[in-house]
């Protein structure tokens, strides 16, 4: 697999072939990393049903017949619940934006640029986070 476009080329331990002093990766890895995007997509879709649902529901949870005191602490915690999920689902939702954005860096050849020094994200990042737009040196920067 070849990771990033012509300049100089070595190869690691893992003997993938690697250029140095390159801007973009190529067309073969980034190909890699968009399969690795659409899964972690499809399953965050399917998350955020599961979260949607789940603050949705109507259900009373069977407390018609519960005394009014209990009811109360019910309802309660029904509304921390409920709020608890739609942040949850606020989150999955910008995760799932921050994917397809990263779908669009793909098709445009800027995917895995660091957006503040220019150069490439590792590989290993970008399959843990793949929608990172910052190396672990401009992160760093951050703190």
Not at 4 to 24: D, G, Q, V
Not at 46 to 73: C, H, Q, V
Request: aromatic letters at 6%; proline letters at 2%.
């Amino acid at each position: 697999m070849i990771l990033y476009k012509p300049t100089l080329i070595w190869s690691n331990r893992n003997n993938l072939a690697i250029m140095e002093k390159s801007n973009n990766y190529s067309d073969e890895a980034l190909q890699e990393f968009k399969i690795i995007i659409e899964e972690k997509i499809t399953k965050a879709q399917k998350d955020l049903e599961l979260i949607r649902s789940a603050y949705m529901n109507d259900s009373n949870n069977g407390t018609d017949d519960t005394a009014p005191t209990f009811k109360a602490f019910e309802e309660g915690s029904e509304t921390m619940s409920k709020e608890a999920n739609t942040q949850l689902a606020i989150r999955q939702e910008k995760f799932i934006r921050d994917l397809k954005n990263a779908l669009i860096r793909i098709e445009n050849k800027t995917y895995g640029v660091c957006r503040v020094t220019g150069k490439l994200i590792s590989a290993e990042r970008l399959k843990l986070v793949p929608h990172a737009t910052l190396s672990i040196e401009a992160k760093n920067m951050q703190r």
